[in-house]
């Protein structure tokens, strides 16, 4: 909702086994190929913050970004202390990406029960904005109460862009009245119009400009010369949220009209038929929520997106995809005709 001027973000591939070398080429050439951001995720390996500290200090342009970290995962202070140490290290280039993740991460890997994620959010959001600004934190929350402290140095902004990874209505809500950004996952261009509808609204009932806020899809991308391999590697990746990670995103694919499909791949994944579970992502699922294919059809795609109302359309890529797979597709959704 800020511009109209064409950008594209992108993930860092989630490879176990990527080194630091690979790290700081695919940092590199992001850059050298005109990307607005890199985004860094953060599951259950490697951190996000130790990543885009390597990315800091080998990259000189490009926007560094988490994409995400928890609010489950770290307090505030340390959040907030960690993006002030990276924004001066990176000269400005910072922004914070959080959400709540999902109940099996947050307990059966945290160890933190899932409990008040938005307000969990909002306070998370208000304090690091507090502690940034370089300001005494005295703030006296629901869930959080800190009293009597200031950063030690002073941070090189007092305001850290804050994007929140949102995909349900009260989130997308919470979204629009105290985030910089928005951050959807798995979303049809149906649903991003509908959500940005949703966050102009929550914008402007706190008097905030609702141009301001950044829209930023993450969109599961393979542009490689073998399209049928592509197509496996993007519906397998869309198989396992809809059919292992819990029931949100079943219930989400569901209510964009793919219901017969999102109920066939949770059956497959039940059965722990894998096969079965990538063949219930349909072609019309993919084309719904993912860019395959060619280069011409994958930039024409990511340009839909920027017309449903996207700022930065952001490719992520399926952890399972090869080298050349990650590599082709850069080179060839690259920002530019």
Excluded at 14 to 24: A, P, Q, V
Excluded at 54 to 76: D, H, Q, W, Y
Excluded at 94 to 109: A, Y
Excluded at 287 to 314: F, M, Q, R, W
């Amino acid at each position: 909702m800020m511009s109209n001027d064409s950008k594209t973000g992108l993930v860092i591939p989630y490879w176990h086994d990527i080194t630091k070398t690979e790290l700081i080429e695919i940092g590199r050439l992001s850059e050298e190929l005109g990307y607005d951001s890199i985004w860094v995720p953060e599951l259950w390996g490697r951190d996000a913050f130790s990543l885009l500290t390597v990315l800091a200090l080998n990259t000189k342009r490009v926007k560094l970004g988490t994409g995400i970290v928890s609010v489950f995962s770290r307090s505030p202070a340390i959040i907030a202390q960690t993006m002030a140490t990276l924004d001066e290290i990176s000269e400005g280039r910072m922004i914070l990406g959080l959400g709540t993740s999902g109940p099996i991460v947050i307990k059966d890997w945290h160890g933190v029960e899932f409990e008040k994620p938005l307000k969990r959010t909002r306070e998370y959001v208000e304090i690091i904005r507090i502690i940034t600004s370089g300001e005494r934190v005295d703030y006296d929350g629901e869930i959080f109460k800190l009293k009597n402290f200031r950063l030690q140095f002073t941070p090189l902004r007092k305001s850290i862009p804050i994007y929140i990874a949102s995909l349900g209505p009260k989130n997308i809500r919470l979204t629009g009245e105290i985030a910089d950004g928005w951050i959807p996952f798995l979303t049809t261009l149906g649903f991003l119009k509908d959500g940005i509808r949703e966050l102009i609204a929550s914008a402007s009932a706190k008097e905030r400009d609702p141009d301001n806020l950044m829209v930023c899809p993450y969109i599961p991308a393979c542009v490689y010369k073998e399209n049928d391999l592509s197509k496996r590697m993007v519906k397998d990746y869309i198989a396992y949220y809809i059919g292992g990670m819990g029931t949100y995103y079943y219930q989400m694919i569901s209510r964009y009209g793919f219901k017969d499909e999102a109920e066939r791949i949770v059956e497959a994944c039940k059965k722990g038929n894998k096969n079965q579970a990538i063949q219930g992502v349909s072609d019309a699922l993919l084309d719904s929520i993912a860019v395959v294919g060619t280069k011409d059809t994958g930039k024409k795609k990511l340009k839909e997106y920027i017309k449903a109302g996207a700022d930065l359309p952001i490719i992520i890529f399926p952890p399972k995809l090869s080298r050349d797979m990650v590599r082709e597709t850069i080179m060839g959704l690259a920002p530019g005709d």
